[in-house]
């Protein structure tokens, strides 16, 4: 059974960063791309990053290049995204998603996906 967990969000003001993790366990880690994705209230959910299995592909929206940064560690199956100069506008629910080996732009063709994380930046 494949279970994904995220982990590190909560509250922060304007201008701060936190760290969000994602572990993932029933798959073989290695094997799979994982993305991160966010939904606000009354807003479709949107992809955000994405790594490819290996890590050496890595993709970003243009609302959070140069401020997000996704890594993974596949010795311990765990997904990171580093943010920083966090805004208000980045309140929502953050999720962690994983499909076979690359990265994909549709929401739709991540088959593994998280509870999601809290993420809110006060101004």
């Known amino acids: 059974q494949v279970q994904v967990v995220e982990s590190g969000g909560g509250l922060v003001q304007a201008g701060g960063s936190l760290r969000l993790s994602c572990t993932a366990s029933?798959?073989?880690?290695?094997?799979?791309?994982m993305g991160w994705f966010r939904q606000a209230p009354g807003k479709e959910r949107e992809g955000l990053s994405c790594s490819t299995w290996s890590g050496e592909g890595t993709y970003y929206v243009d609302s959070v290049k140069g401020r997000f940064t996704i890594s993974r560690d596949n010795a311990k199956k765990t997904l990171y995204l580093e943010m920083n100069s966090l805004k208000p506008e980045d309140t929502a629910m953050y999720y962690c998603?994983?499909?076979?080996?690359?990265?994909?732009?549709?929401?739709?063709?991540?088959?593994?996906w998280g509870q999601g994380t809290q993420v809110t930046v006060s101004s």
């Open positions: 998603a994983a499909r076979l080996f690359h990265c994909a732009a549709s929401v739709r063709s991540f088959p593994y």
């Open positions: 029933g798959l073989t880690f290695d094997d799979y791309a």
